[in-house]
Protein backbone atom coordinates (compact mmCIF):
# COMPACT_ATOMS: atom_id res chain seq x y z
CA UNK A 1 0.00 0.00 0.00
CA UNK A 2 1.20 3.41 -0.98
CA UNK A 3 1.94 6.31 1.77
CA UNK A 4 -0.82 8.36 0.66
CA UNK A 5 -3.09 5.30 0.90
CA UNK A 6 -1.95 4.50 4.51
CA UNK A 7 -2.74 8.14 5.37
CA UNK A 8 -6.09 8.46 3.72
CA UNK A 9 -6.91 4.88 5.72
CA UNK A 10 -5.28 6.61 8.92
CA UNK A 11 -7.58 9.58 8.58
CA UNK A 12 -10.35 8.05 8.17
CA UNK A 13 -10.33 5.58 10.96
CA UNK A 14 -9.64 8.59 13.28
CA UNK A 15 -12.60 10.09 12.03
CA UNK A 16 -14.71 7.27 12.61
CA UNK A 17 -13.41 6.82 16.38
CA UNK A 18 -13.93 10.70 16.83
CA UNK A 19 -17.65 10.22 15.76
CA UNK A 20 -18.37 7.12 17.94
CA UNK A 21 -16.61 9.53 21.14
CA UNK A 22 -19.15 12.20 19.86
CA UNK A 23 -22.18 9.47 19.83
CA UNK A 24 -20.71 8.05 23.10
CA UNK A 25 -20.66 11.14 24.75
CA UNK A 26 -24.23 12.15 23.61
CA UNK A 27 -25.56 8.63 24.76
CA UNK A 28 -23.72 9.14 28.66
CA UNK A 29 -25.01 12.83 28.88
CA UNK A 30 -28.52 11.45 27.80
CA UNK A 31 -28.31 8.54 30.78
CA UNK A 32 -27.24 11.19 33.41
CA UNK A 33 -30.14 13.23 32.85
CA UNK A 34 -32.09 10.08 32.83
CA UNK A 35 -30.79 9.14 35.80
CA UNK A 36 -31.32 12.58 37.32
CA UNK A 37 -34.66 12.92 36.13
CA UNK A 38 -35.71 9.42 37.95
CA UNK A 39 -34.15 10.34 41.09
CA UNK A 40 -36.08 13.42 41.28
CA UNK A 41 -39.12 11.48 40.34
CA UNK A 42 -38.30 8.61 43.06
CA UNK A 43 -37.53 11.62 45.78
CA UNK A 44 -41.47 12.82 44.98
CA UNK A 45 -42.40 9.68 45.49
CA UNK A 46 -44.63 9.56 48.81
CA UNK A 47 -43.62 5.79 50.11
CA UNK A 48 -46.15 4.09 52.73
CA UNK A 49 -45.62 0.67 54.40
CA UNK A 50 -48.52 -1.06 55.15
CA UNK A 51 -47.79 -3.51 58.28
CA UNK A 52 -50.00 -5.52 60.86
CA UNK A 53 -50.45 -9.06 62.10
CA UNK A 54 -51.78 -11.68 59.45
CA UNK A 55 -55.10 -11.40 58.72
CA UNK A 56 -56.15 -7.63 59.72
CA UNK A 57 -56.58 -6.41 56.66
CA UNK A 58 -53.72 -4.96 54.88
CA UNK A 59 -54.39 -6.19 51.44
CA UNK A 60 -57.92 -4.87 51.61
CA UNK A 61 -56.78 -1.90 52.19
CA UNK A 62 -54.54 -2.12 49.12
CA UNK A 63 -56.94 -3.37 46.77
CA UNK A 64 -59.87 -0.50 48.24
CA UNK A 65 -56.97 2.17 47.30
CA UNK A 66 -56.46 0.60 44.00
CA UNK A 67 -59.93 0.68 42.87
CA UNK A 68 -60.23 3.97 44.27
CA UNK A 69 -57.46 5.38 42.68
CA UNK A 70 -56.03 3.38 40.48
CA UNK A 71 -58.69 2.42 38.10
CA UNK A 72 -59.71 -0.73 39.51
CA UNK A 73 -59.48 -4.12 38.52
CA UNK A 74 -58.84 -5.26 34.63
CA UNK A 75 -61.27 -8.09 33.52
CA UNK A 76 -57.85 -10.43 33.81
CA UNK A 77 -57.08 -8.95 36.92
CA UNK A 78 -60.71 -10.51 38.08
CA UNK A 79 -60.35 -13.60 36.73
CA UNK A 80 -56.88 -14.22 38.03
CA UNK A 81 -58.42 -14.03 41.74
CA UNK A 82 -61.27 -16.95 40.23
CA UNK A 83 -59.22 -20.09 41.81
CA UNK A 84 -58.83 -18.41 44.93
CA UNK A 85 -62.09 -17.49 45.24
CA UNK A 86 -63.31 -21.41 44.32
CA UNK A 87 -60.60 -22.48 47.32
CA UNK A 88 -62.22 -20.27 49.85
CA UNK A 89 -65.83 -21.38 49.33
CA UNK A 90 -64.20 -25.34 49.05
CA UNK A 91 -62.39 -24.50 52.59
CA UNK A 92 -65.25 -22.83 54.07
CA UNK A 93 -66.94 -25.62 53.29
CA UNK A 94 -65.03 -28.16 54.55
CA UNK A 95 -65.08 -26.41 57.44
CA UNK A 96 -68.84 -26.27 58.13
CA UNK A 97 -69.46 -29.52 57.14
CA UNK A 98 -66.45 -30.67 60.11
CA UNK A 99 -67.95 -28.57 62.52
CA UNK A 100 -71.25 -29.77 61.67
CA UNK A 101 -70.41 -33.28 61.99
CA UNK A 102 -68.57 -32.88 65.25
CA UNK A 103 -72.02 -31.26 66.56
CA UNK A 104 -74.26 -34.18 65.26
CA UNK A 105 -76.21 -32.05 62.97
CA UNK A 106 -77.55 -33.81 60.76
CA UNK A 107 -77.85 -31.70 56.97
CA UNK A 108 -80.45 -34.46 55.38
CA UNK A 109 -83.36 -31.72 57.61
CA UNK A 110 -83.85 -29.20 55.59
CA UNK A 111 -83.77 -26.60 58.41
CA UNK A 112 -80.31 -27.90 59.51
CA UNK A 113 -79.27 -26.50 55.90
CA UNK A 114 -79.77 -22.88 57.01
CA UNK A 115 -77.94 -23.57 59.87
CA UNK A 116 -74.80 -24.80 58.41
CA UNK A 117 -74.66 -21.06 56.30
CA UNK A 118 -75.03 -19.15 59.24
CA UNK A 119 -72.48 -21.50 60.80
CA UNK A 120 -70.12 -20.59 58.02
CA UNK A 121 -70.64 -16.67 59.13
CA UNK A 122 -69.30 -17.37 62.32
CA UNK A 123 -66.40 -19.09 61.07
CA UNK A 124 -65.60 -17.34 58.36
CA UNK A 125 -67.39 -13.87 58.44
CA UNK A 126 -65.89 -12.07 56.03
CA UNK A 127 -66.83 -14.38 53.60
CA UNK A 128 -70.22 -14.06 52.10
CA UNK A 129 -69.26 -16.61 49.08
CA UNK A 130 -71.24 -19.28 51.29
CA UNK A 131 -74.44 -17.08 50.16
CA UNK A 132 -73.29 -16.59 46.21
CA UNK A 133 -72.50 -20.27 45.88
CA UNK A 134 -74.63 -20.92 42.44
CA UNK A 135 -72.97 -17.30 41.01
CA UNK A 136 -69.19 -18.43 42.04
CA UNK A 137 -69.71 -22.00 40.14
CA UNK A 138 -71.42 -21.23 37.12
CA UNK A 139 -68.76 -21.99 34.59
CA UNK A 140 -68.69 -18.32 33.08
CA UNK A 141 -68.11 -16.36 36.43
CA UNK A 142 -66.16 -13.76 36.93
CA UNK A 143 -65.22 -12.44 40.12
CA UNK A 144 -66.66 -9.28 40.56
CA UNK A 145 -64.38 -5.64 42.96
CA UNK A 146 -66.84 -7.45 46.10
CA UNK A 147 -65.37 -10.76 45.64
CA UNK A 148 -61.77 -9.42 45.24
CA UNK A 149 -62.18 -7.70 48.67
CA UNK A 150 -63.67 -10.23 50.41
CA UNK A 151 -61.11 -13.11 48.97
CA UNK A 152 -58.39 -14.80 51.67
CA UNK A 153 -55.53 -14.67 49.67
CA UNK A 154 -51.82 -14.55 51.86
CA UNK A 155 -49.72 -11.96 50.68
CA UNK A 156 -46.41 -13.31 49.07
CA UNK A 157 -43.51 -11.19 48.79
CA UNK A 158 -43.93 -7.52 48.54
CA UNK A 159 -46.55 -6.38 46.85
CA UNK A 160 -46.05 -2.35 44.94
CA UNK A 161 -49.14 -0.56 44.59
CA UNK A 162 -48.54 3.24 42.81
CA UNK A 163 -51.44 6.17 42.04
CA UNK A 164 -51.30 9.66 41.85
CA UNK A 165 -53.70 11.85 44.13
CA UNK A 166 -53.55 15.33 42.70
CA UNK A 167 -49.91 16.17 41.80
CA UNK A 168 -48.58 13.65 44.06
CA UNK A 169 -47.55 10.07 43.15
CA UNK A 170 -48.08 7.75 46.11
CA UNK A 171 -46.25 4.47 46.24
CA UNK A 172 -47.77 1.65 48.62
CA UNK A 173 -46.00 -1.57 49.75
CA UNK A 174 -47.72 -4.61 51.34
CA UNK A 175 -46.17 -7.35 52.98
CA UNK A 176 -47.91 -10.81 54.50
CA UNK A 177 -47.99 -9.82 58.03
CA UNK A 178 -46.84 -13.36 59.26
CA UNK A 179 -44.03 -13.32 61.80
CA UNK A 180 -41.38 -15.58 59.87
CA UNK A 181 -41.75 -13.27 57.31
CA UNK A 182 -41.08 -9.92 58.79
CA UNK A 183 -37.74 -9.94 58.25
CA UNK A 184 -37.71 -8.85 54.93
CA UNK A 185 -39.71 -6.08 55.49
CA UNK A 186 -36.44 -4.66 56.34
CA UNK A 187 -35.16 -4.21 52.41
CA UNK A 188 -38.63 -1.59 52.25
CA UNK A 189 -37.54 0.41 54.77
CA UNK A 190 -35.55 2.94 53.51
CA UNK A 191 -37.14 6.37 52.16
CA UNK A 192 -40.64 5.04 54.02
CA UNK A 193 -42.65 8.19 54.89
CA UNK A 194 -45.83 6.92 56.39
CA UNK A 195 -46.59 3.39 57.92
CA UNK A 196 -50.04 2.46 58.02
CA UNK A 197 -50.42 -0.09 60.83
CA UNK A 198 -53.73 -2.07 60.47
CA UNK A 199 -54.95 -3.61 63.73
CA UNK A 200 -57.87 -5.57 63.49
CA UNK A 201 -60.49 -4.73 66.37
CA UNK A 202 -62.51 -8.19 66.57
CA UNK A 203 -59.18 -10.04 67.34
CA UNK A 204 -59.03 -9.54 71.26
CA UNK A 205 -60.51 -12.61 71.75
CA UNK A 206 -58.98 -14.64 68.85
CA UNK A 207 -55.19 -16.52 68.94
CA UNK A 208 -52.79 -17.12 66.15
CA UNK A 209 -53.09 -19.52 63.62
CA UNK A 210 -49.48 -20.74 64.16
CA UNK A 211 -49.11 -20.45 67.91
CA UNK A 212 -52.91 -21.05 69.63
CA UNK A 213 -51.85 -19.77 73.16
CA UNK A 214 -51.17 -16.52 71.91
CA UNK A 215 -53.59 -13.56 72.09
CA UNK A 216 -53.91 -12.17 68.51
CA UNK A 217 -54.10 -8.57 69.83
CA UNK A 218 -51.76 -8.77 72.19
CA UNK A 219 -49.33 -10.32 69.68
CA UNK A 220 -50.09 -7.11 67.63
CA UNK A 221 -49.27 -4.78 70.27
CA UNK A 222 -46.27 -6.08 70.51
CA UNK A 223 -45.40 -5.49 66.98
CA UNK A 224 -46.53 -2.15 66.76
CA UNK A 225 -44.43 -1.46 70.12
CA UNK A 226 -41.25 -2.68 68.33
CA UNK A 227 -42.21 -0.80 65.18
CA UNK A 228 -42.52 2.56 67.30
CA UNK A 229 -39.42 1.67 68.72
CA UNK A 230 -37.15 0.96 65.70
CA UNK A 231 -34.65 3.73 64.88
CA UNK A 232 -35.54 3.20 60.92
CA UNK A 233 -39.49 4.04 61.64
CA UNK A 234 -38.12 7.31 64.07
CA UNK A 235 -38.84 9.97 61.46
CA UNK A 236 -41.82 7.96 60.26
CA UNK A 237 -45.57 9.19 60.39
CA UNK A 238 -47.72 7.04 61.97
CA UNK A 239 -51.09 5.74 61.21
CA UNK A 240 -53.53 3.25 62.96
CA UNK A 241 -56.05 1.65 60.70
CA UNK A 242 -58.08 0.45 63.57
CA UNK A 243 -60.05 -2.48 61.48
CA UNK A 244 -62.89 -4.71 60.83
CA UNK A 245 -64.97 -2.32 62.91
CA UNK A 246 -68.37 -4.28 61.08
CA UNK A 247 -66.84 -7.42 62.64
CA UNK A 248 -65.70 -5.94 65.90
CA UNK A 249 -69.53 -4.11 66.18
CA UNK A 250 -71.27 -7.66 65.97
CA UNK A 251 -69.05 -9.25 68.25
CA UNK A 252 -69.36 -6.48 71.06
CA UNK A 253 -73.11 -6.78 70.78
CA UNK A 254 -73.76 -10.19 70.05
CA UNK A 255 -71.65 -12.74 70.74
CA UNK A 256 -71.80 -12.45 74.93
CA UNK A 257 -67.40 -12.00 74.47
CA UNK A 258 -67.27 -9.26 76.44
CA UNK A 259 -63.82 -6.69 76.26
CA UNK A 260 -63.41 -7.10 79.71
CA UNK A 261 -63.37 -10.32 79.99
CA UNK A 262 -60.12 -10.17 77.99
CA UNK A 263 -58.56 -6.73 78.82
CA UNK A 264 -59.38 -6.11 82.63
CA UNK A 265 -58.23 -2.68 81.96
CA UNK A 266 -61.46 -1.97 80.07
CA UNK A 267 -64.04 -0.45 82.22
CA UNK A 268 -66.69 0.64 79.51
CA UNK A 269 -69.93 -0.98 79.69
CA UNK A 270 -70.25 -4.37 77.65
CA UNK A 271 -72.14 -3.31 74.24
CA UNK A 272 -71.01 -0.09 74.01
CA UNK A 273 -69.21 -0.49 70.98
CA UNK A 274 -67.66 3.19 70.91
CA UNK A 275 -66.07 2.54 74.29
CA UNK A 276 -64.66 -0.85 73.45
CA UNK A 277 -63.06 0.56 70.24
CA UNK A 278 -61.49 3.39 71.81
CA UNK A 279 -59.79 1.44 74.52
CA UNK A 280 -58.06 -0.96 72.25
CA UNK A 281 -57.06 2.62 70.20
CA UNK A 282 -55.56 3.70 73.65
CA UNK A 283 -53.73 0.37 74.13
CA UNK A 284 -52.13 1.23 70.64
CA UNK A 285 -51.40 4.83 71.25
CA UNK A 286 -49.64 4.71 73.95
CA UNK A 287 -47.01 2.18 72.39
CA UNK A 288 -45.35 5.44 71.46
CA UNK A 289 -42.89 6.83 73.44
CA UNK A 290 -42.22 9.79 70.98
CA UNK A 291 -43.90 12.59 71.83
CA UNK A 292 -42.60 14.61 68.60
CA UNK A 293 -43.93 11.86 66.44
CA UNK A 294 -47.92 11.71 66.78
CA UNK A 295 -49.67 8.38 65.95
CA UNK A 296 -53.12 8.89 64.17
CA UNK A 297 -55.45 6.64 64.18
CA UNK A 298 -58.68 5.61 61.92
CA UNK A 299 -61.72 3.55 62.13
CA UNK A 300 -61.80 1.77 59.30
CA UNK A 301 -64.01 -1.44 57.12
CA UNK A 302 -61.70 -2.47 54.80
CA UNK A 303 -64.59 -3.99 52.44
CA UNK A 304 -66.56 -0.78 52.53
CA UNK A 305 -65.03 1.91 49.55
CA UNK A 306 -66.73 4.57 51.72
CA UNK A 307 -64.99 4.16 54.93
CA UNK A 308 -61.23 3.83 53.17
CA UNK A 309 -61.89 6.53 50.97
CA UNK A 310 -62.64 8.83 53.97
CA UNK A 311 -59.87 7.65 56.58
CA UNK A 312 -57.46 7.87 52.83
CA UNK A 313 -57.99 10.88 52.38
CA UNK A 314 -57.25 12.32 55.52
CA UNK A 315 -54.25 10.01 55.82
CA UNK A 316 -52.60 11.84 52.62
CA UNK A 317 -53.57 14.68 54.59
CA UNK A 318 -51.78 13.93 57.75
CA UNK A 319 -48.73 12.86 55.19
CA UNK A 320 -48.17 16.09 53.10
CA UNK A 321 -48.38 18.20 56.38
CA UNK A 322 -46.06 15.93 58.48
CA UNK A 323 -43.76 16.22 55.35
CA UNK A 324 -44.27 20.20 54.94
CA UNK A 325 -43.05 20.34 58.71
CA UNK A 326 -40.46 17.93 57.81
CA UNK A 327 -39.43 20.87 55.52
CA UNK A 328 -39.49 23.49 57.67
CA UNK A 329 -37.52 22.20 60.26
CA UNK A 330 -34.54 21.89 57.72
N1 LIG B 1 -65.80 -8.07 57.31
C1 LIG B 1 -64.56 -7.59 57.10
N2 LIG B 1 -63.63 -8.37 56.54
C2 LIG B 1 -62.41 -7.83 56.33
C3 LIG B 1 -62.09 -6.51 56.69
N3 LIG B 1 -60.79 -6.29 56.36
C4 LIG B 1 -60.34 -7.43 55.79
N4 LIG B 1 -61.30 -8.36 55.79
C5 LIG B 1 -61.19 -9.75 55.31
O1 LIG B 1 -60.16 -10.38 56.07
C6 LIG B 1 -59.46 -11.32 55.28
C7 LIG B 1 -57.96 -11.06 55.40
O2 LIG B 1 -57.67 -9.81 54.82
P1 LIG B 1 -56.25 -9.52 54.10
O3 LIG B 1 -56.35 -8.15 53.57
O4 LIG B 1 -55.89 -10.60 53.15
O5 LIG B 1 -55.27 -9.58 55.36
P2 LIG B 1 -53.70 -9.29 55.39
O6 LIG B 1 -53.46 -8.44 56.59
O7 LIG B 1 -53.24 -8.76 54.09
O8 LIG B 1 -53.10 -10.76 55.64
P3 LIG B 1 -51.60 -11.31 55.33
O9 LIG B 1 -51.30 -10.98 53.90
O10 LIG B 1 -51.66 -12.78 55.58
O11 LIG B 1 -50.67 -10.63 56.29
C8 LIG B 1 -60.02 -11.22 53.85
O12 LIG B 1 -60.93 -12.25 53.65
C9 LIG B 1 -60.72 -9.86 53.85
O13 LIG B 1 -61.83 -9.82 52.97
C10 LIG B 1 -63.10 -5.70 57.30
O14 LIG B 1 -62.91 -4.54 57.67
N5 LIG B 1 -64.32 -6.30 57.49
MG1 LIG C 1 -51.91 -9.47 52.72
Not at 77 to 96: Q, Y
Request: proline share 2%.
Amino acid sequence: MKYEQYLCLGMCLHKDVAEEHKKAKVQSSKMERDLHKHASMENNVVKILTLGAPETGKSTIVKQIKIIHNHGFSKQELISFKPAVLDNLLTSMKTVLQGMGTLRINLANKQNKSKSCSFSFVLFPSSSFFENMSRIIAPNYIPTDADVLRVRVRTCGIIETQFQVDKTMFRLYDVRGQQSERRKWLSCFEGIQAVVFVVALNSYDMTLLEDPSVNRLQESLELFSSICIHTVFQQTTMILFMNKTDLFREKILKSGRHLRLYHSSYKGADGDVDAAAHNITAMFSACNSNPDRPVYHHFTTAIDATSVRVAFHVVVDQIMRGNLEAVQLV
